[in-house]
């Protein structure tokens, strides 16, 4: 099982800047994805970024704006929210899941942090 702490988040102004964090731990697999994936009240979850072995995925919305890292050592994953807008407001929820034949495993039915709420005001 895996263990997924989230802190970071908050409210913030438009234009303003963010960063997000994700603690991992607990058992894990050798090849694994992570990612961020926001919820707005009465959606579905959307992936906002996700990270694997170096590669980087993004949605079209916020490409140029925020920042998905991962610090191996520390085992936590980042996201660097920048040039924010009230758009970006959600929960945000870091989400794990195994790297099966090159490709991520679906992050629904991996494991998730606490969420994080953001506010971006105008």
């Known amino acids: 099982q895996v263990q997924l702490v989230q802190s970071g988040g908050g409210a913030v102004q438009t234009g303003g800047s963010l960063r997000l964090s994700c603690a991992a731990s607990?058992?894990?697999?050798?090849?694994?994805?992570m990612g961020w994936f926001l919820q707005a009240p009465a959606t579905e979850r959307e992936a906002v970024a996700t990270?694997?072995?170096?590669?980087?995925t993004y949605a079209d919305s916020v490409k140029g704006r925020f920042t998905i890292s991962k610090d191996n050592d520390k085992n936590t994953l980042y996201l660097q929210m920048n040039n924010v807008n009230p758009e970006d407001s959600a929960m945000y929820y870091c989400?794990?899941?195994?790297?099966?034949?090159?490709?991520?495993?679906?992050?629904?039915?991996?494991?998730w942090g606490q969420g994080t709420q953001v506010n971006v005001s105008s």
């Open positions: 989400g794990w899941t195994p790297l099966s034949g090159g490709r991520c495993r679906d992050f629904l039915s991996g494991y």
């Open positions: 607990g058992r894990t697999e050798r090849s694994y994805c």
């Open positions: 990270v694997r072995s170096g590669i980087t």
